[in-house]
């Protein structure tokens, strides 16, 4: 069974701090991605990516940067946090076949901005 | 540009009743369409996917390409179907576009 683990399942930060999610996943995927989950919104994805250190914007990259130095890992970076990024935040992975995968999730990291 | 519209949040039913979610899309390619759930306190999950044409947990899905549409429906909802469902619709690289979610509450 594939398994996403995010590092944190809350997390609490202040306005302007650099902020740092993490995920990992454990079946070997190529594909990665980070959403945001908002009531209302449903899940935007801010940053994905195909491969080791690439990485493609997603549909609200603003205020996010990303890192993939290893295949199974991928980071979400806050460069400088602030109030209106307090959400929920999941990741995701996929194979990386040339038919499209179903996505598998980890259960989110909510972070909240203060 | 492609686009998925579940345009209720909130479906209400009693246990027993029929269930339908609707989703529509907007996609000018050839349209690939997955459900997911979320169930209180669980991570988002895979309910089922157009292309496999299953039943899962008495769900179903059929994709109407002329009414642009992948409604989820069930004959008979249960309690434990309360979940948020999100429709999505695949938009090229492997990434997905998601509609905002409808809530299902089924009270007994």
């Known amino acids: 069974d594939v398994k996403v683990t995010q590092s944190s399942r809350y997390l609490v930060k202040r306005t302007g701090e650099k902020v740092f999610l993490e995920c990992v996943q454990d079946m070997d995927h190529e594909n990665m991605f980070w959403y945001r989950q908002d009531p209302g919104l449903g899940l935007r994805l801010i940053y994905f990516s195909y491969d080791v250190k690439m990485k493609e914007k997603g549909d609200i990259p603003e205020g996010y940067s990303v890192s993939r130095e290893k295949k199974e890992r991928f980071s979400l970076i806050l460069e400088s946090a602030s109030t209106n990024q307090t959400s929920m935040y999941l990741c995701?992975?996929?194979?990386?076949?040339?038919?499209?995968?179903?996505?598998?999730f980890g259960d989110g990291t909510r972070l909240s901005i203060l | 540009a492609q686009r998925v519209t579940q345009p209720e949040k909130l479906l209400s039913v009693f246990k027993g009743a029929p269930v339908e979610l609707k989703c529509n899309y907007s996609y000018s390619g050839s349209p690939e369409l997955f459900w997911y759930v979320q169930y209180s306190r669980q991570r988002l999950q895979l309910l089922l996917r157009h292309i496999s044409r299953e039943s899962i947990k008495g769900f179903t899905a059929d994709l109407n390409k002329g009414e642009t549409s992948f409604h989820l429906k069930k004959p008979f909802a249960q309690e434990e179907d309360s979940a948020m469902y999100y429709c999505?619709?695949?938009?090229?690289?492997?990434?997905?576009?998601f509609g905002k979610g409808t809530m299902l509450l089924v009270s007994p």
């Open positions: 995701a992975s996929s194979p990386g076949d040339r038919e499209l995968q179903p996505q598998h």
């Open positions: 999505a619709l695949n938009s090229g690289y492997s990434t997905l576009t």
